[in-house]
């Protein structure tokens, strides 16, 4: 091993400008997302999936276990199928019944952990697991697939692959929970393994795996094997609502690691020499990007303006990229183009310079969480606010569309919500995702001199903000800088952000606060790990 | 029941929150749940959330008497000033045993002992060692029916309104 220098890059983005709720709305995943950093891992351990348990009737009810060694460790996903009438079947969190439950389980279960778990399993939430326990999750068929599918097989034939295209999967994931919820695993029980060290490896190899559990179950039912190019074409779906994000409000230091990750990637490839092979990966990518864009499409108003703008821009972008000096030139003319062109171009860029990229990824995890010095100067933090929040400082929450929105619990199922605060009870109870307008509040009552401890202790209620103002003056891309209780707040915006680090695809809005997406589409089947390197999610066919 | 460190430190900030206590106060709470619950202790932080701390030397200037409110403040207090604090009727001596670890680990030359007055924070010369907090727990019933009792109180009733637009997604939304 050899002490090589860091390569050399540009600066990075600011964080003024990509922390906006728009931008980060716009992300599109690349090779550092986690799931196909996942999948380069197993494929360079050359992993194998084995199927040790397959107790499915013919109808496809029942349970199957998968295993796989990773780092040295072996997994196991417990798949149970269950035949629930179609009336009962819904995505939204408080349902009760799903066609299909799913724990990734530590190590290999035997015939009790197995027996526990399909009893527990299918309860999901209602239930409670242990710390064998890594991963929870549940999925409903798809409607318009699955049975078509099967139908498709059991007349003798593959299923039409325009029908399969339409819709990207036969299953789609309506939670996948880690971290201890409902007594799974803490986090810290496998952080410092190989290969699940990475921030959600756990759920990326838990979809992963159910994705392969869908593919078998269609064949069992449709007693037939389904091509692996049909396979390929199927991914795992997901009903993303706002149950995610508040994530990236609660977890500052993590998200400024993923930013810090993306746009050091970006800057170290817009250093770089732009060799004939690296412009040969960078057309071949856009040319797979233009594809991808020709068969999406989206009934969301809103997401499909943003498709139909980016349907025109792309072409341009093409011929530029087949052109240009350098990425950095690129970079700097790609201003005039939307945000959402602007981002899938940057995705594209950190893909076809993979060297230089990948090691990254070691960085996309932190142990670390928000302290606070109450040491500091009130001064210091004064002239922290005024650097660093002049744009919370600027709005003026009184203002009915700045105080629009408030985030809260259900009381019915615990799950996030966002509510009208002008139409709505429950205001007095919001959720502190009004992180901005305390940081005016903070700079308001702050004094010029004395100790933030001293000013602490007779205004306890600010606390928080000061952490947190502490916490972006060494972490610039933890914050979304953009009021998340103004009426322009569209949480999907958030959603997205999320999502494209997990490496979805296919983003399909339903609403500003839901939205469907594909997982693992396009990607390696168990049997092509080794071509895991060359798998990139924003380019799926 | 046993608990998850994650479930634990979740529900000790929304606990906290739920008796009004300020949201940088019940993270420091949460941050030191999963100590308290390694001890054996959590049930501890119930008394932190509502009964009032009286007898401090120096006296208390603090506004609320809590000891969710006054434990992160006398430990920036001791932290800023070097000068320590006494408090001679703590019944919730693990509690400020465990967010005297937090502030530790935050970087904190703070440390906590018990003397025959009572609860003595002082400044301390030498690193702390900063234990592990990884679960499960076991949490007895009372205590968890307290915390969620309090927890209770941040969650908004769930009504056909919101039901359809809060969360976003249709009651029925099959493809």
């Not at chain 1, 977890?251 to 810090?260: G, N, R, T």
């Not at chain 2, 703590?90 to 906590?112: F, T």
């Amino acid at each position: 091993m050899l002490d090589t220098p860091p390569p050399p890059q540009t600066d990075l983005r600011p964080a003024s400008k990509v922390m906006r709720l728009s931008r980060m709305g716009a992300f599109f995943p690349s090779r550092l997302s986690f799931l196909p950093t996942l999948l380069r891992r197993l494929g360079a351990e050359k992993a194998k999936l084995t199927r040790p348990v397959w107790e499915m009737n013919a109808a496809g009810f029942g349970h199957a276990v998968y295993s796989i060694d990773l780092g040295g460790y072996t997994y196991s996903l417990i798949a149970i199928s269950t035949d629930i009438p179609p009336e009962r079947r819904t995505d939204r969190v408080i349902a009760t019944e799903w066609d299909s439950a799913y724990v990734l389980f530590d190590g290999v279960p035997d015939a009790d952990d197995i027996a526990r778990i399909v009893a527990t399993a299918p309860k999901q939430e209602a239930a409670r697991f242990t710390h064998r326990e890594l991963v929870l999750s549940r999925a409903n068929k798809s409607v318009r697939l699955f049975d078509y599918v099967v139908d498709c097989l059991k007349a003798g034939q593959q299923p039409d692959p325009a029908q399969v295209e339409a819709t990207g999967y036969l299953m789609r994931t309506t939670a996948v929970y880690g971290n201890g919820k409902f007594g799974i695993a803490d986090r810290g029980h496998f952080a410092d393994r190989p290969g699940l060290s990475g921030p959600f490896m756990a759920e990326m190899l838990t979809v992963w795996m159910i994705r392969n559990f869908t593919h078998d179950l269609a064949e069992h039912v449709g007693g037939m094997a389904l091509s692996d190019d049909i396979k390929r074409m199927l991914g795992i779906g997901n009903s993303t609502g706002l149950g995610m994000a508040p994530f990236l409000v609660a977890h500052p230091l993590l998200l400024d690691a993923w930013m810090q990750v993306r746009e050091t990637a970006l800057a170290r490839v817009r250093a770089a020499e732009l060799t004939p092979d690296a412009r040969s990966r960078w057309v071949a990518l856009a040319q797979g990007a233009a594809q991808h864009l020709d068969g999406w499409h989206v009934a969301d108003e809103i997401g499909q303006a943003n498709l139909e703008t980016m349907r025109r821009e792309w072409p341009v972008v093409m011929e530029r990229i087949a052109d240009t000096p350098s990425v950095d030139a690129l970079i700097k003319e790609a201003d005039v183009w939307s945000e959402g062109t602007q981002e899938r171009l940057i995705s594209l860029c950190i893909d076809a310079f993979p060297d230089l990229v990948d090691g990254l990824t070691e960085c996309m995890a932190t142990p670390f969480v928000p302290v606070l010095d109450p040491t500091m100067p009130c001064a210091e933090l004064a002239a922290l606010i005024a650097r660093d929040w002049d744009w919370a400082c600027a709005i003026d929450y009184a203002q009915p569309e700045e105080e629009a929105q408030f985030w809260y619990v259900s009381e019915e199922k615990l799950e996030p919500r966002l509510g009208n605060r002008h139409a709505e009870p429950g205001g007095e109870l919001e959720s502190p995702l009004d992180v901005a307008r305390r940081v005016k509040a903070l700079a308001r009552d702050l004094p010029e001199a004395g100790r933030l401890g001293s000013f602490l202790a007779q205004h306890p209620q600010h606390r928080s903000a000061a952490r947190r103002v502490q916490t972006l003056a060494h972490h610039p891309y933890g914050e979304i800088r953009d009021n998340l209780i103004s009426d322009r707040c569209l949480p999907i915006d958030m959603l997205r952000c999320k999502l494209s680090f997990f490496g979805a695809s296919r983003f399909d809005p339903k609403s500003d606060r839901w939205t469907r997406i594909t997982l693992a589409r396009g990607a390696p089947l168990p049997g092509e790990l080794h071509l895991a390197e060359a798998w990139h999610p924003a380019c799926d066919p | 029941m046993i608990l998850s460190a994650n479930e634990i430190s979740a529900l000790v900030v929304k606990a906290a929150r739920g008796a009004g206590v300020p949201l940088g106060c019940a993270e420091d709470l949460g941050a030191a749940a999963g100590l308290l619950a390694a001890w054996g202790a959590l049930g501890e932080v119930c008394l932190a959330l509502d009964r009032p701390l009286t007898r401090l030397s120096p006296a208390a200037e603090m506004k609320d008497p809590c000891l969710a409110i006054m434990g992160p403040a006398m430990i920036d207090a001791v932290w800023c000033e070097g000068q320590p604090i006494l408090v001679t009727d703590c019944e919730n001596s693990r509690v400020m045993e465990a967010l005297v670890q937090v502030a530790q680990s935050a970087g904190a030359r703070v440390k906590c002992t018990q003397c025959d007055e009572g609860l003595r924070i002082e400044p301390c010369s030498e690193a702390p060692q900063v234990a592990s907090t990884l679960g499960p727990f076991e949490v007895d019933a009372q205590t968890l029916d307290a915390l969620n009792a309090w927890a209770a109180k941040t969650y908004v009733p769930a009504t056909e309104a919101s039901r359809l637009a809060g969360a976003g997604a249709g009651l029925t939304d099959n493809d």
